[in-house]
């Protein structure tokens, strides 16, 4: 027997993504945050996007589609826990990992289309999540619910 003989849902396919969305997610990125190993931020995905939208949206396809992208690597940067008293010490600080901002960004555009497929058909038990159909969210930890849920944030039972 195969695993697909036993799922509950048909199988959907994956919808492309739109220039629109890639718009949208980008505009909701803050120019400020820093960017990855490659050094390329948003303020200059930004750009790239406004000159040629296809450009950008045809490589998030592509990784998509491929199932591999090139954006693995973090930068990770040491920061100093305040008030430590030898700094000679790793656990003197905390490891913060800079990701690629193309990463970032393909991850919150899959990661809101799969909230948006889960709310269609209905994946998230209610009593799980002890809300109303109407007020679905992923349970999610606090870093991660801005992504998932800024378009929506009466869905989301986290305070942002």
Known sequence: MTLTTHLLFPPCQFLL?????V??????MSNALAPGPLGIG??????????????????LNAAVTLGHHLWKA????????????????AKAYWPISLLECCSKLLVKIIAKQTLLDSNHFHLLPVRLLRLPLSRRCIPCPGPLCPVLCKD?????PHPL
Request: hydrophobic share 35%; aromatic share 8%.
């Open 74 to 89: 973090a930068l990770v940067i040491p920061v100093p826990k305040p008030g430590k008293i030898n700094y000679r010490l």
């Open 152 to 156: 929506q944030p009466h869905w989301c």
């Open 17 to 21: 993504i739109t220039e629109e969305e």
């Open 23 to 28: 718009s949208r997610s980008l505009t909701r």
């Open 42 to 59: 948003y303020k200059l995905l930004k750009w790239g996007h406004a000159a040629n939208p296809s450009h950008l949206t045809s490589l």
